[in-house]
C-alpha cells in the first residue's frame, strides 16, 4: 500500500489495482468547514487531471481533480448526509471515491508522503 | 460590504489587527484591510456561536463619518443629506438610527449606510454616518461634491468600530454599560466602559439582537478584550459574518445591491418613509416612485434550493421549462438552516413565494422555490 499526492492537495492511496482518492489534511485544514461534496456516477472515466469531485465550504466551492487515470469503482456515498467527515478523518472515514487505475505509470508522477510534506511546508 | 478592487497598495490595518493576529485569526485581503475571515474554531462554529451566544465582530474598516451644519441645526444637516439618500432624515429623534442608500440620478444605489442624529450635548445638528468600507472614499467624494454651504463632512478614521452580536449580547453589554443594555433597537448613546469612550447602538447586521460600539482607535483594543473576556463572547471573522447577514437575508453592497438595482427592485422600500416616498426630492426619485406605483419589473427575492448543494453568486435562474429569469446574487449554505440559501433577482411573474425555480450549478439545473426571507429569524429588541 502506498500514497501519493498531488500539488492540488488530492492523495491517492493504492491498493492492488485500484487506488482510493481524497483530499489532505492541509487541504481540508484550507478549506474549513466542509458543506457540500458532489460525487462522480460510478462507472464514470476520468482521465489524469479531470474533474472528480467538487467540495464546498462554507465560503467557497472547490473542484477535486483525478490524481490518475482511472474508472469509478465505488463513491464515499456517506458524504452527502455527512460531508464534516472530510474535517474529521481526510485520510479514513473522509476518503471520496475509489478508482481502477487505468494507467498506474502515471502514479510515478506523484509525489511521496515525505514530498508532499516537504511540498506543504514550501507553501505556507 | 464588497470585494475589494485589486491593488498593489499595502493592506491597511484596523486598531485591532494585532488582536486578532494574536487570536490565531486566518487574515485575508478585504475591501484593502487584512482583516480576520475565521478565527482557529472555523466559520460553522462561528456563526452558531453567535446565534447562540454573542460574537464581537471586528468592522472597523467600514467609514465611518460626520455631516454637520454650521447654524448647528438639525434641519439643515437633515435637508443636506436628505438631496442624497431616500430616508427621512428631518423626522429622525435625537440618537435615532436609520438604514439608507447613497442614489445616483438614475436611482441605483452607489452605497448602502447607517445614519445616526447624533444626542451628545454640544452636537446639535450633526449626523453620525456608517459606510461601507470599500465604497468609502467614493461616498465621501460623492457627498462632499454635494453638501451646500454651511455643512460639512468630517471623516473619523481614528475611530474603531465593533459588534457584538447574539442572544447574549444584551446580559454581557448589561455588566459593563447598564444604559446601553436599556436601548431600544435602532437608538444609541454614548457611554463609559472603563474610563472609554464609546458610542453604542442597537443594531448590526446578523439579524440577532445586538450592539455596534465605536471608540477611539487607541481604545479599541482594550474594548475589545474586555468583552471577550465574558465567556459569552467569541471573536467572529468575515467568513461568519456573511453567512449570518445571508440567513437574515440582509444584502451586501457589491453583490445583492449596486448601481444598476433600485431600493424597491431590492426590496429596501421600508427604509424610504411615507413622506420621502410621497415628496421625492431625492436622487432617482422618479424612478423610485414610478416602481412603488407599477411594481419593478424584476426583484429580490429569497430561494431555497429542494437539494444540499449551495448555488453561488453568479447562478443562472431559470423557470422549470429553462426560460432565463434571473441570477443569484449571494448564496451559499446556512449553517442555522441547515442547508443552502440564497438570495437574488428574478422577473416579477416568478417571484411569488413558493414559486418553482431552477439554479444552474454546474452546468445542472437543481430544483429550488422561492422562499420567505429572512431564512433565520430576525429576533431584534423593538
Redesign the interface.
Known sequence: MTTRYTKDHEYIRVEGDAGIVGISDYAQSQL??V??V?LPSVGKSLSKGDEAA?V??????SEVYAPVSGEVVEVNSDL?AAPGTVNEDPAGRGWFLKLRLTNPSELDGLMTEEQYQEFVKSIS | MAEPAHSDEPLLKTPLHAEHVALGARMVPFAGYDMPVQYPSGILTEHNWTREHAGLFDVSHMGQAFLFAEDKSHETVARALEALIPADVQGLKPNQQRYSQLLSEDGGILDDLMVTRVGAPGHEGWLYLVVNASMKEADYAHIEARLPKGVALRRKDDLGLMALQGPSAEAVLAKLAPEAAALAFMMSADVQIGGIWCHVSRSGYTGEDGFELSCHGKDAPTLWNKLLADPEVKPIGLGARDSLRLEAGLCLYGHDIDTTTSPIEAGLIWSIQKRRREEGGFPGAARVQREIKDGPARVRVGLKPEGRAPAREGTIITTPDGREVGIVTSGGFGPTVNGPVAMGYVAKDVSAIGTDLHLVVRGKPLPAKVAAMPFAPHRYKR
Not at chain 1, 56 to 61: G, I, L
Open positions: 474549513g468547514d458543506v457540500f458532489e467538487v464546498e465550504s462554507v465560503k467557497a466551492a452527502e
